[in-house]
């Protein structure tokens, strides 16, 4: 089995920083991509950033030149580096991770994580 845990979520005022990891466990010999959601209230989820394990990258326009995720392959982790947090931002933010190949089994499947929550204060 894998699993994934998200941690770095909390309480921050507009205009801080968070950086949020993700780390997935288990039998894994590789994992294609990986990358952060997140849903508000009322919203409905919305991909934020995505790398894939040659480190191409990818991120809404909303968080362009405020987020930088990033990865260690050998960790099997992710990262969400997030500054210049605004209130829009305040979310639940889910880790991803795609087409993830594992020992125990020949197929590749896809993994979500719990969850963490993002709040940004004005």
């Known amino acids: 089995q894998v699993q994934l845990v998200e941690s770095g979520g909390g309480l921050v005022q507009a205009g801080g920083s968070l950086r949020l990891s993700c780390a997935a466990s288990?039998?894994?010999?590789?994992?294609?991509?990986m990358g952060w959601y997140r849903q508000a209230p009322g919203k409905q989820r919305e991909l934020v950033a995505a790398?894939?394990?040659?480190?191409?990258?990818n991120y809404a326009d909303s968080v362009k030149g405020r987020f930088t995720i990033s990865r260690d392959n050998a960790k099997n982790t992710v990262y969400l580096q997030m500054n210049s947090l605004k209130p829009e931002d305040t979310a639940v933010y889910y880790c991803?991770?795609?087409?993830?190949?594992?020992?125990?089994?020949?197929?590749?499947?896809?993994?979500w994580g719990q969850g963490t929550q993002v709040t940004v204060s004005s």
């Open positions: 991803n991770a795609k087409n993830v190949r594992r020992r125990d089994f020949w197929a590749e499947y896809d993994y």
């Open positions: 790398i894939t394990s040659g480190g191409s990258t």
């Open positions: 288990g039998s894994i010999v590789s994992i294609n991509g």
